[in-house]
């Protein structure tokens, strides 16, 4: 008998059921409301940066990989940017890697959506929980709201222990499509809207798993729509996952009618997410600079200079990958990279002279250490159930 006889003994247990806020009021209190603004400066200051460079392309994917990864780590799912990127280069059967990359993909359809639909509906939040689940074991169940009862912690067979217990079934569609309603909302600050709409995703919890990757994902949809993060995104997954407890802890308070504690909790986390960003493309064009420098200034639009300004995006490479980067011949991207090879700016990760492959040097040590500077990367909070 599964989990045991206890399991299965009678039980009574209650759920909870979130108030609906399509329409509700709210009001925030001023030292709440200054942070915010202070958040949405952040994210604007960031977006300006991006402009200023003329780097948006490779620094947004990077920083939207970063949000990934973190989102994913969350969730327990831990595994470095290099490797990432040598999943996604490699197309390797690692799970982990590929549970990650399939989150990416996920990101990339919410980032769409909210540049995108006139009006969020409950149809796109099943479209990025579908792509979270494609190629898996459970993708015959993706996308779809759920029609059982689910819980958070305690045992996998019983609620009987349970830290929190989402809404009946029967409750979800509705509370799904209120939560859209207050998503199309333009009357509240952009900053704690996206917040507000992350807790009571993730109160509702509507799908058998993925509710905290699809839940974080709709962050970016309300931030991109409300025009906060026009197309640089900050990773506020990053400083989530480096303060597991007290993400775990604001949500808690929302619960208990504590609304305040999650508000700072997460407009403090959209600051240090969009500031720590800042500090990180700062880096990123630095290293560019010196990688530049070493390969002795190529002129503009030459192969090897596109490339220099390419490799954030694309940390591993071959000449198959670097000619269409750069749009052009194997033998332009062989001669470009062999340049930046001689340069330092590149170095093979393969053996042998068949299907070489290259790393750029120094942006994998920039991105352990941005995660260093928003939080611990080993701790991740008890299991949420997705």
Known sequence: MAGGRAAH????????????IGGGGFLFESEIAATAADAEAACRELHDAGLEAGSFEPLARQLLRAESVASSRIEGLVLSHRRLSKAAFSGTHDIT?????????????????????EALERSHLEEVHRILFEGTRDEARAGRIRTEQNWIGGSASSPRDADFVPPPPDLVPALVDDLCEFCNRVDLPAALQAGIAHVQFETIHPFFDGNGRVGRALILIVLRRRG???RILPPVSLVLAGEADRYVAGLGSWRRGDEDDWYRVFVDALYRAAAGALHFAADVAALQERWLTAAGSPRR????????ELLPSQPIIDVRSAAGLLGGSAERARQAI???ERAGVVRQTSSGRRNRAWESVGLFDLLDRFERDLGPTGR???????
């Open 338 to 340: 062999a340049r930046l």
């Open 228 to 230: 906060l993060a026009r």
């Open 380 to 386: 991740v909070p008890r299991s949420t159930q997705g």
């Open 97 to 117: 890697a590929q549970s990650v990359l399939a989150n990416i993909r996920a990101l990339e359809r919410a980032v769409e959506l909210g540049d995108t639909v």
């Open 301 to 308: 639009g030459s192969g090897p200079r596109r490339l220099i």
């Open 9 to 20: 003994r009678g039980l009574t247990f209650e759920t909870y059921v979130p108030s609906t």
